[in-house]
């Protein structure tokens, strides 16, 4: 037999077993869905003042984020139908959030591998609960830096600035 031959003989017996697995179904099915157990949203002022350590994480997340969705993916004619600010960088996010314990109940937060600053202290009474029982989701947008919204005196669409912030959401499942 040919290489040619020996290779259809191949596919042809294997994919008779590949179809009878994928014809299979399981004999029970599983309806468990996770729910969420605790939940917190907190902004990164809350945490830390030091604007430096905010603006060098805002800059991280947006070199990382791979959608690239500047202006929420609006163009300035859909800009002008909206009654609100919208930010250059207001859908870009991270989930590279982790909770660093520090002693017995402190816990710093890191965003894109930088220390943001510790977790309040009545929050890290429940992290440190539901971190050994549950799954830990967390997940990081940038809020402020530069927007554009359309004023309606001037009939045209001016730009603004505002420093960085990032609205942080924990939850454990």
């Known amino acids: 037999m040919s290489f040619y031959e020996n290779l259809k003989f191949f596919v042809k017996n294997h994919a008779t077993h590949s179809n009878k697995f994928l014809s299979t179904k399981p004999k029970k099915k599983i309806t468990r869905t996770i729910s969420i ?14 604007q430096e350590t905010i603006d060098t994480i805002a800059k991280c997340i947006i070199k990382n984020d791979l ?23 207001e859908s870009f996010r991270t989930q590279e959030v982790q909770l660093i314990p520090t002693s017995d109940e402190d816990f710093d937060l890191y965003i894109e591998d930088t ?24 997940f990081a947008y940038i809020k402020g830096g530069p927007s554009k919204h359309y004023d309606k005196d001037k009939e045209c669409i001016v730009e603004y600035d505002e420093p960085f912030d990032l609205d942080i959401y924990i939850q454990f499942s």
């Open 37 to 50: 157990q605790y939940k917190h949203f907190f902004q990164a002022q809350d945490i830390s003042s030091n």
């Open 67 to 89: 959608a690239n969705r500047y202006y929420a993916g609006k163009k300035d004619k859909d800009i002008m139908e909206v009654k609100e600010k919208i930010y250059e960088y």
């Open 115 to 138: 220390n943001l600053g510790q977790l309040p202290e009545a929050f890290s009474k429940e992290v440190q609960h539901y971190l050994q029982t549950t799954i830990l989701t967390a």
